[in-house]
């Protein structure tokens, strides 16, 4: 669907630029096709009565059979979807991997010393359905569609996050904080022509 193509390239122009920017070693290439990969499955989790201009112009009826198709090949976990689909596309065992990291339950990423993964779990959470966002925004846009629970998981998650916008920027010639909507439309123009 057109929104969901839309955010993937968004997450995957952040994670281009981090990349693009750091001051060691990183597997670009890996990070940028596990991004454009990463929520290959989320077709089982929505709801598509919302925002409904973004099922044109196949229409409703036949992301509704997509959807159901997802569920009988895959399951109802989107990101164990997502997983399963990017075994189909790659064999690739780290595009997989980084792919696997980039979800909600993943609070440990900081502990990790593979910045690759960092970059790439923390350039899904900067993405909200309309642009890129501040972590604060996008904790606040997670609320409000996935409820206002105060979890310790969820507040949990996002000390994880602000701990790792603090390690990327040590290892970086920008801010990640500064990268916006304007730095990534040049990117993902560019990202439309890879090949996974």
Not at 139 to 152: L, N, P, V
Not at 157 to 169: K, P, W
Not at 177 to 188: E, F
């Amino acid at each position: 669907m057109s929104n969901l193509q839309l955010h993937q390239l968004r997450v995957t122009a952040v994670a281009k630029i981090m990349c693009d920017n750091l001051t060691v070693p990183v597997d670009t290439e890996n990070v940028v096709r596990a991004a454009l990969l990463h929520d290959m499955g989320n077709i089982i989790k929505f709801n598509l009565a919302v925002f409904p201009e973004s099922l044109e112009p196949e229409g409703r009826d036949y992301w509704e059979g997509v959807k159901k198709e997802y569920i009988e090949k895959y399951g109802t976990n989107e990101h164990e979807a997502s997983i399963q689909i990017v075994r189909a596309i790659t064999s690739d065992e780290r595009i997989t991997a980084l792919v696997a990291t980039i979800d909600f339950g993943h609070n440990d990423r900081h502990l990790s010393d593979d910045i690759g993964m960092k970059i790439a779990g923390y350039s899904d959470t900067r993405v909200c359905p309309f642009g890129v966002a501040s972590l604060a925004q996008r904790e606040e846009d997670g609320r409000q569609r996935y409820g206002g629970d105060d979890s310790a998981i969820r507040d949990a998650f996002y000390a994880s996050l602000g701990i790792i916008e603090t390690q990327i920027h040590a290892v970086s010639r920008i801010d990640p904080k500064s990268i916006d909507d304007a730095m990534i439309a040049p990117v993902i123009e560019e990202l439309k022509t890879w090949q996974v």
